[in-house]
């Protein structure tokens, strides 16, 4: 089950996100942090980023860097917003945000944050064939998003977040008529492009995101600030949208903080977020809106996934690749049933990385293994797994350290019969840390070893999931797979062994 880490670097506030993921199942979120940082105040009245928000900042990621390095994540992306783009010192910023963070901080245009905003919606709750609405009122920008059966059909980005609307228009407690006339005409006149655009249409469903939505969402189902969460998809009307915000105009700072649902700091700045989300739905047609706690980090986390990122960590180098094809076929390997169960082996490794929690880099060495493991049928398919054992041990292996050799060779003569066993002196002059990466990658060697059973390679592939307590391996396939699933359950005492966790496996053929 691949990990990724997110940072959304917004104009409000900066958000981290680390979380498992795995097709077919929802994500599991592990870590999320966010703190108001009030990024965009010195850069929408002076065009700068201030050094004293630039410390904050700093001090922030460097904390959010020590969580997503504990948790292994195999990816990273960290993103910055409105307020960066606006910013004259942006590539100060950068650098020192990058150093901090231990990873490249960059800035996304509207287009691209509109897109992550999509993607991190329909990742978390799938529209697969309505005609959606998403509006994202941020601290800096404003994204409206058309989006019919999955696809982004129309997005726009438009400089009509809430602090920045705020900082420009709003200087009066509670505002003024002129104030409100001012900022209202404003965002109509910067919208009145998008709306044409997209029209008046029959939305199956219009969808509010990031913390205005929230807040308004909230104080309109009476949900208390500190169960924010329980907000998601819950449903407002245009009329409670409008009524709202004209309430809240009306009042001053202490008001609109007594209100159920809005946070003493969103209060700051959430008159003028409703003005521009009532304007949105007024001008769009929309009856009602939802809203969804899905935002930039889940669409980051999502496109980390689709992407495989991170997972070249765990694959072989073409050098090493090289080497032990070589290795492979002087001593008569079957190079399409060695790639078979290498491909096999790294799917079983990344689909179960919660469970084992194993370093990226041991990945390499269990793909080395499926390739090397069936070495010792050259000497003798009598006891092969042994004869393999000594083949790899004394071979060159170029492109691996000694160390690496050892423990690829031990994968290899363990990949069928007794387990590992102190008993074993080759098992037993391991390192402690190395004696735990063999046992926990033996019983995937000899798991994907049994998916290619008939040596036809069968299978398109395989997937893993966790459901009530037991590990589900789906196989897919349209061939006749019984002998692989056959020989798969076989060795599944000795992965319940090691892991704890009984494992099922279950065909999955075309459109299951």
């Known amino acids: 089950m691949p990990r990724y880490a997110a940072v959304d670097i917004g104009s409000n506030s900066v958000r ?91 800035i996304i245009s509207g287009i691209e944050e509109a897109r992550l905003i999509h993607l991190g919606v329909q990742s978390t709750w799938p529209h697969p064939k309505q005609r959606i609405l998403i509006v994202d009122i941020g601290g800096g920008s404003m994204e409206i998003i058309h989006s019919e059966a999955g696809k982004i059909r129309e997005s726009f980005s438009k400089p009509l977040g809430a602090l920045r609307l705020t900082g420009v228009f709003l200087k009066s407690d509670p505002a003024s008529a002129r104030e409100l006339h001012r900022m209202e005409t404003y965002i109509a006149d910067r919208i009145d492009s998008a709306v044409r655009r997209i029209g008046k249409q029959k939305w199956d469903r219009v969808i509010g995101t990031s913390a205005t939505a929230a807040a308004l969402i909230c104080a309109i189902n009476r ?49 003028a977020g409703a003005a521009g989300l009532s304007r949105v739905m007024q001008e769009v047609g929309a009856a009602s809106i939802y809203y969804s706690s899905a935002g930039v980090r889940d669409g980051i986390i999502a496109d980390l996934a689709a992407r495989g990122v991170g997972r070249e960590k765990s694959r072989m180098s073409s050098d090493q690749r090289q080497a032990v094809e070589q290795i492979a076929t002087h001593y008569g390997v079957s190079l399409k049933h060695a790639r078979k169960v290498a491909s096999l082996a790294h799917s079983l490794f990344i689909g179960l990385q919660p469970l084992h929690r194993l ?154």
């Open 16 to 106: 981290m996100e680390v979380a498992d993921v795995n097709p077919g199942v929802p994500t599991q979120v592990l870590a999320s942090d966010r703190q108001v940082t009030r990024l965009g105040d010195s850069v929408f009245r002076t065009g700068r980023i201030s050094n004293d928000a630039m410390v904050f900042v700093e001090g922030l990621l460097k904390q959010m860097a020590e969580t997503w390095t504990r948790l292994d994540v195999l990816g990273v992306r960290a993103v910055a917003t409105a307020a960066v783009r606006d910013a004259n010192n942006q590539h100060e910023f950068l650098d020192r945000m990058s150093q901090a963070a231990g990873v490249r901080v960059e």
């Open 223 to 271: 949900v208390p600030r500190a169960k924010r969460d329980n907000a998601d998809r819950l449903r407002a009307s245009g009329p409670q949208v409008r009524e709202l915000y004209r309430a809240l105009a009306q009042q001053d700072l202490d008001g609109r903080r007594k209100v159920t649902g809005i946070g003493a700091r969103r209060a700051e700045i959430i008159v």
């Open 359 to 512: 370093p990226p880099d041991a990945g390499k060495l269990l793909e080395a293994a499926a390739y090397l493991h069936d070495t010792g049928h050259y000497v003798s398919d009598t006891r092969h797994h042994k004869h393999s054992y000594y083949l790899v041990q004394n071979s060159d292996l170029a492109a691996f350290t000694d160390r690496e050799r050892e423990l690829i060779a031990t994968l290899c003569r363990y990949h069928r019969k007794s387990m590992p066993s102190a008993l074993h002196p080759q098992y037993q002059s391991l390192l402690a840390e190395e004696r735990r990466t063999t046992l926990f990658l033996v019983p995937l060697l000899r798991v994907a070893d049994a998916l290619d059973r008939s040596h036809e390679q069968l299978l398109r592939n395989i997937n893993c999931v966790s459901r009530n307590g037991n590990v589900i391996v789906r196989l897919e396939s349209d061939a006749d797979i019984d002998l692989e699933q056959w020989a798969a359950e076989r060795v599944g005492d000795v992965f319940q062994q090691v892991y704890n966790t009984p494992v099922q496996f279950e065909k999955v053929g075309n459109g299951e």
